[in-house]
């Protein structure tokens, strides 16, 4: 079973940056797909970014230049370090883990402000 735990979300200024981490319990996480999605108030939930068990990297445009995701493997872990975050970055943020199943996070809020 594979549990997933978001942290580092909270409350920052236009133009600051954040970075998430997403934990994962169980022995699949270095040969998986790692995603983090966002979902806005009213609207649907979005996919921000993708890595895979190599490292091949994909970004939404809208954060293109400003997100990066990263892994590691030793810990189990996955970031998005979000720079230059605009107000339309405020979300609740999902890490997950794409295998034979796909596996979510409970979310973690951003909140950008003026």
């Known amino acids: 079973q594979v549990q997933l735990v978001e942290s580092g979300g909270g409350l920052v200024q236009a133009g600051g940056s954040l970075r998430l981490s997403c934990a994962a319990s169980?022995?699949?996480?270095?040969?998986?797909?790692m995603r983090w999605w966002r979902q806005a108030p009213g609207k649907q939930r979005e996919l921000v970014a993708s890595i895979t068990s190599s490292g091949t990297t994909n970004y939404r445009d809208s954060v293109k230049g400003r997100f990066t995701i990263s892994r590691d493997n030793a810990k189990n872990t996955v970031y998005l370090q979000m720079d230059s975050v605009k107000l339309e970055d405020t979300a609740v943020y999902y890490c997950?883990?794409?295998?034979?199943?796909?596996?979510w996070g409970q979310g973690t809020q951003v909140t950008v402000s003026s």
């Open positions: 997950n883990l794409a295998a034979l199943q796909n596996y």
């Open positions: 169980g022995s699949i996480f270095s040969s998986s797909l």
